[in-house]
């Protein structure tokens, strides 16, 4: 049985090379399937890491409530002068401080200061908060230290520098130590000394669209300080118009004990703020929701993949079976010569079966290779055209899966042709011209 088995592949192969681009057209189908279906959960996979890491950066346990103009200051924005009076308080920080289950929470005020060091300005936004928001947030050092409780309560002048300000404003020297300035002069001022940097945080696109900002380019220091020194009133001067803000907080994050309370915490987090807030001037929303979001599209991937997927098998199964009765059409007089020699129905079938299932894991084997290899440039390629990045990651059971799939395609849709070759009676087969 086994010899008959190597001679019968042997036999298959030879078959299949004698007709090179009619055995790769019929091929085509699978390659095709087996390639949609290795990208597409590349892509899907890919955005799920990718929001997998935003989540961890921003911490699973975590809820960020912002401060956002509401809508009526939004349309008013063309008038020569204006107050804005909005945003979270004082008070809802404490009312929210008795949310159970709660771990940390970190208050923290933009105080929209311009940075500077020397004559240099930083793209940079000055945030006054607590200590505890380098855990909460997850920013690791790169050198120095955080400034700590002792800091607060002391009103130390000191700052803590994303990567992003440091390489602005000091490029070619070390920060720690050196001196910047928040504030504009001839107006309250705070001059900070620089004790920590920060290690750069990647953070792009969903993470940072909920944050509001980059983190790379925040320079962090004791929010008593900030209060003193800025209090909750901004003004902005701008040529024909001015505009003061009030505003206490910008920013509160909030640290559950654990990941199953995040959700059903931020609801009573924003219940909380609905009853002392008259109009809507704030954001409740947790990082957890970017891997919802990341889950919710590679459901569509999924079903997208599934649909394209089977379209191009059916499609490649059909024309495989076209093929394979053309050639059980052509090759009658050699399965009369194969019968009158003794062969059985079941040879006759195992005959075309292994011919369709060998131009199926050829197909297969071809898509896999394409598949992981435009998987693996595809971020490469969009990076030529669009800033955004699209990560992808190659998964085994994609690449296992699809192709034992093609090969059961070919089983499949060879039947039928090698059934009609195992039928045919010997005495006409012989016949045939």
Same mark, same amino acid.
């Given at each position: ?24 057209? *019929?091929?085509?189908?699978?390659? $095709? ?7 597409? /959960? ?21 809820? &960020? ?28 920080? +404490? ?31 000055? /945030?006054?908060?607590?200590? +505890?928001?380098?855990? /909460? ?38 920060? =720690? ?10 107006? !309250? *001022? ?20 909920? =944050? ?19 209090? @909750? ?17 910008? @920013? ?5 004990? @654990? ?15 609905? @009853? ?13 929701? $970017? ?13 997208? &993949?599934?649909? $394209? ?19 059980? *059409? ?19 079938? &195992?005959?075309?079966?292994?011919? *369709? ?21 595809? !971020? ?45 009676? !010997? ?7």
């Amino acid at each position: 049985m086994f010899n008959f088995l190597t001679e019968t592949f042997r036999l298959g192969l030879k078959n299949l090379f004698l007709h090179k681009m009619r055995s790769l057209l *019929t091929a085509l189908g699978i390659i $095709i399937g087996v390639l949609a279906v290795i990208v597409m /959960v590349a892509i899907g996979e890919g955005s799920k890491q990718a929001a997998m890491k935003q989540m961890q950066q921003l911490g699973a346990k975590n809820i &960020l409530i912002r401060s956002v103009p509401p809508a009526e200051t939004n349309q008013a924005s063309g008038t020569v002068s204006r107050i804005l009076d909005y945003g979270i308080r004082r008070a809802d920080v +404490e009312r929210l401080r008795t949310l159970s289950r709660l771990s940390k929470l970190v208050p923290m005020r933009n105080t929209e200061q311009k940075v500077t060091y020397g004559g240099t300005r930083a793209n940079a936004t000055a /945030v006054g908060t607590v200590p +505890e928001v380098f855990d /909460v947030v997850n920013l690791p050092l790169s050198r120095g230290r955080y400034f700590t409780e002792l800091d607060y309560e002391q009103e130390s002048r000191v700052c803590v520098i994303g990567a992003s300000v440091a390489q602005q404003l000091f490029a070619s020297i070390d920060p =720690i130590g050196q001196e910047v300035q928040v504030g504009t002069s001839g107006r !309250p *001022t705070v001059i900070c000394t620089v004790v920590g940097v920060l290690e750069p945080t990647g953070l792009r696109g969903q993470g940072q669209e909920m =944050i509001g900002r980059d983190l790379d380019q925040d320079l962090y220091f004791p929010l008593s300080v900030a209060q003193d020194t800025f209090g @909750d009133m901004i003004i902005k001067l701008q040529p024909g118009s001015m505009e003061r803000k009030n505003i206490e907080l910008t @920013d509160v994050w909030l640290q559950v004990q @654990d990941v199953s309370d995040v959700e059903n915490a931020a609801l009573v987090a924003q219940k909380i703020l609905a @009853d002392s807030h008259e109009r809507l001037d704030y954001t409740v929303k947790a990082p957890i929701q $970017i891997l919802r979001a990341a889950e919710a599209q590679q459901r569509t991937w999924n079903f997208l &993949l599934i649909t $394209i997927a089977s379209l191009s098998l059916v499609v490649g199964g059909i024309g495989i079976m076209n093929i394979m009765l053309a050639t059980v *059409t052509e090759r009658t007089r050699e399965v009369g010569i194969r019968r009158a020699l003794g062969a059985k129905r079941r040879h006759i079938v &195992l005959q075309f079966l292994i011919e *369709t299932t060998v131009i199926t894991l050829a197909g297969g084997l071809l898509g896999v290779a394409l598949g992981v290899s435009v998987s693996m440039a595809l !971020p490469w390629a969009m990076s030529l055209v669009s800033t955004n990045t699209y990560p992808t990651k190659v998964t085994a059971w994609s690449v296992i899966g699809s192709f034992l799939i093609s090969g059961g395609i070919g089983i499949g849709f060879g039947l039928y042709p090698a059934y009609t070759a195992a039928q045919m009676n !010997p005495i006409e087969a012989l016949r045939h011209e």
